[in-house]
């Protein structure tokens, strides 16, 4: 029943100075459906692919506003998602209220990386299984970061997660040099392309994505169906012509920035291996991720 | 404070003064602050009494006081419970900088603040006895604004605490312009600060003024005006006015 003696609880260190319970959180991550995010100077523009866990139901929000200039898009259980994007609207709202004007991304992922934190280190908790990825606009400029369950976090100027993200890694990797100094529409842009690599050939359409934006002059709002839907005929990276990307090598490096989070190991073989998977295999989650 | 919070509402109402933990009158007090914008910053001016009543008591209470790295604080009541804002500033200002992450409060957001604190604590029955005045500079951005132990705020380009605002400010509506060089705005306030040594029975004739500017906080050492009292007006006060004194 258990892979090895170290993970039943959260606190229990492995011999090789792992905390499984804490890998595991960060397995819940790459199995939810792939969330990215992207910033030049003036914008950061977050996108995630909606997934629905039947023909007969909705898929589930995970993209929030946290207030006028912060957002988040998350990947992983969404209900811890939910939990999360809560916390951080109140934080905000109470920073306000006292100072009446805007808490600073970094001070709030700070604050959301901590409590994430508190959560590998109490017998009696669980780390969070949510990643996020947190865009915002402050006084320094534009940010994007990724909130990790075992209480890590990084800035970058572009990342993905969740499933199949390395995909959309690849093709961020290729671009990023240029994000800078990129146009709100360029972004955009870039968004929906490296969000159609997670798709792996599935037809990108309004309906199974969705894109926010926040930035100068605009507060962060979620971009309504009809105005994806023209960017998307605009761009003309509906169809299924054959990717773009050369055919993503499942590399483990993180994309810009600081290195990605040291992910798990030798132990269990590279969870991204699902973007060589065959597409039949993305009902797999234990829970609606 | 505590112990008289946990007790029922209706005694606390009701109970005499002597059961009361709270600031019924202020004991020490400091008079006017007049703040001003001017050409590249915010000038402050206040005197350096402390009235115990209607005593003179103290001479060298310094009201003029910086707060981080880009604001000014003046406080006129209660001189003891405009220590413990300080206090209550230097802790906000110590955590700000404990983030170290490159942002700071600016005199905006400090303002808010002291409003919160000052509005609370009325609510709580048990005001800090102050109108405090706050000016700073941040990112080019002049601000000047002031509260009250009642949580009154408001922003304006020249403002004044207590008598200042019956006896400085108008003037201030007269003379004040956007483009005041620091000289000129220093001969203003100057000109304040005498019709208030004249006319404010609690001021003394020794006073700071402090600066702000991009640059930081300069607050001026101790220094008196020049004063002349030989004006008819002055000799026989009672002349022109029947009645009341």
Redesign the interface.
Known sequence: MFRNQYDTDVTTWSPAGRLFQVEYAMEAVKQGSAAIGLRSKSHVVLACVNKTSSELSSHQKKIFKVDDHIGVAIAGLTADGRVLSRYMRNECINYF?????QL?V??LV?QLADKAQVCTQRSWKRPYGVGLLVGGL???GAHLYYNCPSGNYFEYQAFAIGSRSQAAKTYLERKFESFMDSSRENLIKDALFALRETLQGEKLTSSVCTIAVVGVGEAFHILDQETVQELINEFEIAGEEAPVAEPAAPDQAGVAGPAAPDQAGAAEPAADDDTLAAPGDQGAAPMDM | MNSVDSKPATSSLIGSEADSQRTLYPYVTGTSVVGIKYKDGILLAADMGGSYGSTLRYKSVERLKPVGKHSLIGGSGEISDFQEIMRYLDDLILSDNMWDDGNSLGPKEVHNYLTRIMYNRRNKFNPLWNSLVLGGVKNGQKYLGTVNMIGVHYEDNHVATGFGNHLARPLLRDEWHENLTFEEGVILLEKCMRVLLYRDRSAVNKLQIAKITEEGVTISPPYALKTFWNFSAFENPTLGAEGSW
């Open positions: 209220y006292t100072y009446e004007s600073p970094g001070r700070v402050d006084e320094s």
